[in-house]
């Protein structure tokens, strides 16, 4: 607990201060970021890293996540979604050049992973260029569904959720983490009553519940992919906690989630 207390203090105390100023250094952090949780992935299925898979599957997340119209400004307002485009068509000229050997099936792999990443960083970028209010909001809910999940979890949970994923996760723990994210949302809301525009402050109660549905979603899913390659944890960047994917697992649902319902 010591460690976690030390090393996530740490990182937040990097973190914070790109997030606070965004712009470009934010950007590319994020960038630098959602490559390394995509080599996580790639070092999971027994991949190097600097392996074909590997580096085009962090090149399409990098590309995916950053805006690419910000820089390559002779690329259409799409630019990011472009160059993912050239690189997927890279990946796929892999099943001719090497017919027999590499299938469309192991060309899905790096496309799969570098967009399961990506496009997660890419709306937290999103969020925090429409202002810095709508990403601390997002994080309140992850971090409220997270902290609320494992109390509850712990002091009353007894049915599990998903345990072939999960063993440890309870649905009263799930409940627990859904109502800490609402308490928590209402008091960042009246505090910051235009951070849930354009909708009103009920319709924003109910779209909080989805967004701590889909952040434990996140959390599943990324369990899910480690029970599969048999791992702990993602990584081992931050001691304590894992990996990068460890971190941003929930943040990777959630923030898409949000723009998809117009938060930002």
Do not use: C
């Not at 909708?199 to 779209?207: A, G, K, P, W």
């Amino acid at each position: 607990m010591k460690e976690r207390v030390v090393f996530g203090a740490l990182a937040l105390a990097i973190f914070i201060p790109f997030l606070w100023f965004g712009g470009v250094a934010f950007q590319l952090l994020v960038g630098i970021l959602a490559m390394i949780g995509v080599s996580e992935i790639v070092k999971m299925k027994g991949f190097e890293v600097f392996s074909f898979e590997g580096l085009f599957a962090m090149l399409g997340a990098f590309v995916l996540a950053v805006p690419m119209d910000h820089y390559l400004t002779f690329l259409p307002i799409d630019a990011s979604l472009s160059v993912y485009t050239i690189l997927v068509f890279f990946i796929l000229a892999g099943t001719v050049l090497n017919f027999g050997k590499y299938s469309f099936d192991d060309a899905m792999f790096p496309i799969a992973s570098s967009f399961y990443v990506g496009i997660g960083f890419q709306n937290l970028i999103n969020a925090r260029i429409a202002g810095l209010d709508k990403v601390l909001l997002a994080l309140f809910i992850v971090w409220a569904t997270d902290i609320g999940a494992y109390m509850v979890g712990r002091s009353y949970g007894k049915h599990k959720l998903l345990p072939s994923v999960s063993p440890n996760k309870t649905i009263e723990g799930s409940l627990g983490g859904m109502v800490s994210a609402v308490v928590v949302a209402i008091i960042f809301m009246l505090l910051k009553p235009t951070v849930y525009a354009p909708y009103n402050f009920l319709v924003m109660i109910v779209l909080v519940l989805i967004f701590s549905i889909f952040a434990q979603f996140g959390d599943l899913v990324e369990s899910a992919l480690k029970r599969y390659y048999g791992v702990k944890d993602s990584g081992k960047m931050i001691p304590g906690h894992g990996g990068v994917l460890d971190r941003f697992d929930s943040m990777i649902f959630v923030f898409p989630i949000m723009h998809f319902f117009g938060i930002f």
